[in-house]
């Protein structure tokens, strides 16, 4: 085994690609503001760099480590530099911290800490720059950016957008969509990927809060929360629950205290979707016209096609997202009620993703010509009103949801990952509902990190070839290849966000490797304990098809126009 | 023109042209470098083809046996002679007569005296301490040099692949294809030891032989025109007087390492050096010197220009593939090397033009013979553009490890209006400072970063006594920040700090811990920043911090600034004995800040002068002056 000597350390080398991953392995949290490990070296922050026995330094990012290498990370040089590189960046950034929406949480604000800024000798003169509110799923401030690029990259390398660059030289380098244009004009589809890796405020979520407090205190209004799949698994992070857990008993619980009134799970919205999604797949197959058939649960993704490839955009499965089902399923199960007790019912999502924000003012997502989901929060935003209110989360007593929604299938609860769609609706399209079914499903290929996922199943006499895919990067590829006539598929379920909804763009950072791990677990283990397995055997389902859905199945569950 | 097949082809061809050369009477040398074309050489060539009943846009055409037709006179527009200072310049042959500073109204007395009669204009030859120079290579400017890859700058028609063929041209790349494999090419480049020309220094033949060891079998060569440094011009010169040596050298480097394309990425404020490369590239399509199966020989390259858009970032290697590829300009790190993953991601040769112009004359006389030129680490010549408080700016030639001062006294002429030589930049915004303890020294590339200098792509702006140390200073690190790619925090906003700092200081508003502060961001840009032109940024500040402290310290502390030229630390004084109090300074003054009795001494109110100097400058008895 061959080794490097870090700190007088010897390490290992496992063929790691830089000695950043090195001086990690060996314990110490050397900071970086523009490193991930799944993005390209970009090495502009400096903050990495090390020195080796001559003195000479370089940044650890973008060196090989070598046999026998001998390296300093905190040399006396090397801190004062760092303070140096520290107090430059804090001395151009808007340093407003404590009205920040990332008090606590910016990486830069750590960082001065961590190193030791206690005064900046630089006045700021940077002009400020208007604040870009045009999203309505992200904000751009850039006067907290600095320019470490991580966004840049994220929109081109993993999700193939390039909705943002670097535009100007020098100290007047900005990131800005082009021509300065606001990202609303781009082609931004509002996965929120920037957001998850902006270390400062520079790119926030769009907040919603202020609406759902309103809605909350109007005596008129019965606010109806949905809760995605994705939400339960990760809204414990910050309240020191073990990463992964499934938090959505105390999740209801804290909802009912802060004054919803009625709360509802969304994976019944995904067993809905199932049956939908299962019987639009088994008429293509049985037509063979457009296909393959892309899945439409992922905002993102919708808009990515309809913008970056329209050619595939009949392609796209007509049915809502699960979201896009449930809301004007609920909004008419109250109807009748509604108009008894004048009230009105106003529909908070509470979602994993920042696109959802976008999607619900979509007009095909509108039932005659009304708005469904009323509002989207992201589980970001669930928390900050947990902690608004006091709530002392981690020690709630888990409740479970109201009825007649408070039922769904695992399979509905994997949607919140990457292969899960296409694992429900197999499961749904399985003759056979039995342990084996399951298995062979699960081993199908359709799970894993993978980018890029095949799986060949029998349907019936038919074999069915099938894609998973997940970052629209991967997306990209995969339609291009489609386009080129070198791939074939019947179905094919995308994600804009890598891993699908559990990394998505409204969920709480960090996601490195430990929380990748544990939220995809998590969400499995959900699954897994659930007693009912299959869309068909949620009991729930008949009845709000009868009571509800019936007759209405299109302009309820269907995208209107298509 | 007939394509060339085969090196019989090309043979018959140069000696056609060389015959041409010999049988012309008399060759006239009209210089058209940038420099001459903006003092009016372009009149003087079309005056004189008017005299000679030439057309001005004549073709080189091989009459029977090559024998010169009409008249036996023949005149071209050459690349820069370098002699800049006395432009526009016409070289007369054979009597290698220079005439300096021509106007077109001189043509018809050259017509009749030298052209007609072989005798020289007197009037129009370089005189210097009395001494009349008629021939071009007596004049002491020339006398110092030693010209290689400047040799056919301004000998030679530079828009004609004729003309360089008659003298050498392609020879190498014959030799080369024909009695050379590629590993001998890059031994005999690597035995050379022939340094980059563009800044770093590096072995040009261990960067060869790199490439051509790559797995990768899809390789470029590019070439760095992006000649960015103030003040310097020795890569445009090569490029607008000679462009086929370096295209020649491009060829050799690909046949070397086994590309078959190669691209030139010059500045788009070169538009004389872009369109001379285009002529050349065009006539060595045609003549088949570019192209495919070259002369017969199987090896095939294309070669593409790239126009950079002006960012001085792009004359960094992977800024400026990234530029090629139509990327943002912006270095990235290493690894992997241009070596490695260069152009397009794959294995590139980046070279400057100085740098590939040599590669010919390596290859016909051999690495021994080069290292019979220059010092033994640095071998071979190097040109720098000579410009400042200096008698003959221009483009100078000269071996590695000439001295300073035989640059500036013998070749230069010595510091202009007789002044004290007070300091050199070298290397431009990326180089240091040289003072009068370093005139000495020779001028190689470990010598000088020894020094903390370097020779960078070899830019020399010579300082006198009245030059602002601060100043110079300030102004380059203004070039610098207002250059910086943005990509790094150390270089984007140390440059800036830096920069801030310095003004205060130059406008009286600096303090002690600010001169430290400058030294401390300074070291840390030198050390932290991505790309060499970033920790090259600080240096001009930190040599001239360094070697003239007290002059920092003068502006900080005492708010004085000893050459003046820091208008906020200076203030205008009228003598009283001196001033007779003719009222001329107060009528001149555009602010009213001037005010007294006719026929008694004038007073200025400091506090409403704007230090603009049109008293000073308006005083017929020299009664002001700054304090």
């Known amino acids: 085994m061959d080794y490097m000597t870090i700190d007088g350390i010897k390490v290992p080398i496992e063929g790691e690609k830089n000695i950043l991953s090195l001086i990690r392995k060996a314990g110490i949290d050397i900071p970086t503001f523009c490193y991930h490990s799944d993005l390209s070296i970009y090495g502009a922050c400096r903050m990495c760099m090390v020195e080796d026995e001559r003195g000479k330094m370089f940044a650890s990012c973008s060196e090989q480590p070598r046999p026998g290498m001998v390296i300093h990370t905190n040399t006396k040089k090397l801190q004062q530099y760092r303070k140096l590189i520290i107090e430059l960046l804090l001395s151009s950034h808007c340093r407003d911290c404590t009205t920040c929406t990332k008090n606590g949480m910016c990486e830069l604000q750590s960082l001065a800490y961590r190193v030791g800024v206690h005064a900046v000798r630089f006045l700021n003169k940077k002009e400020e720059l208007p604040i870009d509110m045009s999203s309505e799923c992200i904000v751009r401030d850039p006067n907290k950016c600095i320019l470490c690029g991580d966004c840049v990259r994220t929109c081109a390398e993993n999700q193939a957008v390039g909705a943002i660059d670097f535009a100007h030289r020098g100290s007047k380098m900005q990131i800005t969509p082009a021509f300065g244009k606001q990202i609303a004009e781009t082609d931004c589809v509002g996965c929120g990927q920037c957001a998850v890796v902006c270390p400062t405020a520079a790119i926030s979520i769009r907040t919603n809060v202020t609406e759902v407090w309103n809605a909350i205190e109007d005596p008129n209004v019965r606010v109806v929360a949905q809760i995605a799949p994705a939400v339960r698994i990760a809204v414990g992070d910050r309240f020191n629950l073990p990463k992964g857990e499934n938090a959505m008993g105390k999740l209801v619980k804290a909802l009912r205290i802060m004054g919803f009134d009625e709360v509802y799970d969304t994976n019944f919205g995904a067993d809905l979707t199932v049956i939908e999604e299962s019987r639009e797949f088994a008429q293509r197959l049985e037509s063979g016209e457009k296909l393959p058939?892309?899945?439409?649960?992922?905002?993102?993704?919708?808009?990515?096609?309809?913008?970056?490839?329209?050619?595939f955009k009949d392609n796209i499965s007509t049915c809502r997202s699960p979201m896009g089902m449930f809301s004007p399923v609920i909004r008419e199960y109250f109807a009748k009620k509604d108009k008894e007790e004048g009230k009105t019912t106003y529909i908070v999502a509470i979602m994993p993703c920042t696109a959802k924000k976008a999607e619900i003012h979509r007009p095909d997502n509108f039932t005659n010509g009304r708005q469904d989901t009323d509002i989207v929060i992201t589980t970001q935003e669930i928390i900050r009103m947990?902690?608004?209110?006091?709530?002392?989360?981690?020690?709630?007593?888990?409740?479970?949801?109201?009825?007649?929604?408070?039922?769904?299938?695992?399979?509905?609860?994997?949607?919140?990952?990457?292969?899960?769609?296409?694992?429900?609706?197999?499961?749904?399209?399985?003759?056979?509902?039995?342990h084996t079914t399951l298995e062979n499903i699960k081993y199908s290929g359709v799970r894993g990190k993978e980018g890029m996922k095949e799986a060949t199943v029998k349907l019936g006499d038919k074999e069915v070839k099938i894609a998973v895919v997940h970052g629209l990067k991967n997306a990209a590829n995969l339609l291009d290849s489609i386009k080129a006539g070198t791939a074939h598929y019947d179905f094919?379920?995308?994600?804009?966000?890598?891993?699908g909804c559990i990394l998505g763009g409204g969920q709480p950072v960090p996601m490195g490797p430990t929380t990748r791990t544990a939220r995809m677990n998590g969400i499995y283990e959900v699954d897994q304990l659930s007693s009912i397995r299959y869309t068909d055997e949620n009991p729930l389902i008949d009845r709000i098809w009868d009571d509800v859905i019936k007759g209405h199945e299109h302009e309820l569950l269907h995208r209107a126009g298509v | 023109m007939n394509k060339l097949k085969s090196r019989e082809d090309l043979s018959a061809l140069r000696a056609k042209a060389e015959k041409r050369i010999a049988n012309i009477k008399c060759r006239i040398l009209i210089c058209a470098g940038t420099g001459c074309l903006a003092g009016g050489s372009l009149k003087i060539y079309e005056k004189m083809c008017e005299l000679c009943g030439k057309d001005t846009d004549a073709e080189?055409?091989?009459?029977?046996?090559?024998?010169h037709s009409d008249s036996d006179i023949d005149i071209q527009k050459s690349g820069c002679h370098g002699f800049c200072e006395m432009g526009p310049l016409v070289r007369i042959e054979p009597y290698n007569y220079l005439y300096i500073k021509v106007k077109a109204e001189d043509c018809e007395e050259i017509y009749n005296t030298t052209i007609k009669e072989g005798k020289p204009v007197e009037r129009l030859l370089y005189k210097m301490d009395g001494v009349t120079y008629p021939a071009q290579e007596d004049i002491p400017f020339y006398a110092g040099q030693m010209r290689l890859v400047l040799k056919n700058c301004g000998h030679i028609g530079a828009e004609h692949i004729e003309e360089s063929l008659a003298f050498d041209g392609y020879k190498a790349l014959e030799k080369a294809l024909f009695s050379m494999t590629p590993e001998e090419v890059v031994n005999v480049i690597y035995d050379s030891n022939l340094r980059g020309r563009g800044g770093g220094g590096f072995q040009t033949g261990y960067k060869w032989r790199q490439v051509a060891r790559q797995a990768e079998k899809t390789r470029y060569v590019v070439c760095n025109g992006d000649e960015g440094d103030p003040g310097a011009f020795m890569d445009r010169s090569v490029m607008e007087g000679d462009p086929h040596k370096m295209i020649e050298g491009m060829?050799?480097?690909?046949?070397?390492?086994?590309?078959?394309?190669?691209?030139?990425?010059?500045r788009a404020e070169y538009p004389l050096a872009v369109s001379r490369l285009k002529t050349a590239i065009a006539q060595a399509e045609e003549a088949g010197l570019i192209g495919d199966d070259i002369l017969g020989s199987g090896f095939s390259f294309r070669l593409h220009i790239n126009k950079g858009a002006g960012a001085f970032v792009c004359g960094e290697g992977s800024a400026l593939t990234a530029s090629i590829e139509g990327e943002r300009g912006m270095p990235r790190t290493k690894p992997p090397r241009t070596v490695e993953q260069g152009l397009f991601g794959k294995p590139t040769v980046l070279n400057n033009v100085e740098t590939y112009a040599n590669v010919p004359l390596i290859i016909l006389n051999g690495s021994d013979w080069y290292h019979t030129i220059g010092t033994e680490k640095s071998p071979g010549t190097k040109a720098f553009a000579v410009t400042g408080s200096i008698n003959n700016t221009g483009l100078i030639e000269v071996p590695m490890g000439t001295s300073l001062r035989e640059i500036i006294y013998d070749i230069g002429g010595g510091i202009k209006g007789g002044k004290e030589f007070k300091a050199v930049q070298i290397g431009g915004p990326s180089g240091g400072c040289l003072i009068s303890t370093d005139l000495d020294d020779p001028l190689d590339f470990d010598s000088l970063s020894a020094k903390g200098a370097m020779i960078g792509s070899g830019g020399l702006v010579i300082m006198d006594e009245d030059t602002c140390m601060?100043?110079?200073?300030?102004?380059?690190?203004?070039?610098?920040?207002?250059?910086?790619?943005?990509?790094?925090?150390?270089?984007?906003?140390?440059?800036?700090?830096?920069?801030e700092i310095l003004e205060d200081i130059v406008n009286g508003r600096g303090t002690m811990e600010q001169l430290d502060l400058l030294e401390e961001l300074g070291n840390a840009i030198k050390d932290t920043a991505l790309c060499g032109l970033g920790k090259s940024a600080a240096l001009p500040v930190l040599s001239t911090l360094r070697v003239f402290r007290d002059e920092y310290e003068e502006h900080v502390r005492d708010k004085k600034c000893r050459t003046g030229t820091c208008k906020a630390l200076s203030s205008y004084v009228i003598s009283p004995e001196l001033?007779?109090?003719?009222?001329?300074?107060?009528?001149n003054c555009p602010v009213g800040a001037i005010s007294g009795q006719i026929k008694s001494p004038y007073t200025i109110d400091q506090s409403?002068?704007?230090?603009?100097?049109a008293c000073a400058d308006n005083c017929p008895f020299k009664a002001i002056s700054i304090a």
């Open chain 2, 579 to 587: 001033c007779k109090g003719c009222s001329k300074c107060a009528r």
């Open chain 2, 60 to 67: 080189i055409v091989f009459g029977p046996e090559a024998a």
């Open chain 1, 293 to 311: 058939l892309f899945t439409s649960c992922c905002p993102g993704w919708v808009k990515f096609c309809e913008t970056k490839y329209p050619e």
């Open chain 2, 608 to 613: 409403k002068c704007i230090k603009c100097g």
């Open chain 1, 386 to 434: 947990i902690k608004q209110v006091g709530i002392k989360f981690d020690a709630l007593h888990s409740e479970a949801c109201d009825m007649p929604f408070s039922m769904a299938s695992g399979g509905a609860s994997i949607f919140g990952i990457t292969g899960g769609v296409t694992e429900a609706v197999l499961r749904h399209l399985a003759p056979d509902k039995d």
């Open chain 2, 251 to 266: 060829l050799i480097a690909a046949y070397a390492v086994g590309a078959s394309e190669g691209y030139i990425y010059v």
């Open chain 2, 470 to 499: 601060v100043e110079v200073a300030r102004f380059f690190m203004n070039f610098t920040q207002n250059e910086s790619c943005g990509k790094c925090v150390p270089c984007r906003e140390g440059t800036m700090r830096m920069l």
């Open chain 1, 492 to 499: 094919v379920e995308v994600m804009a966000c890598r891993r």
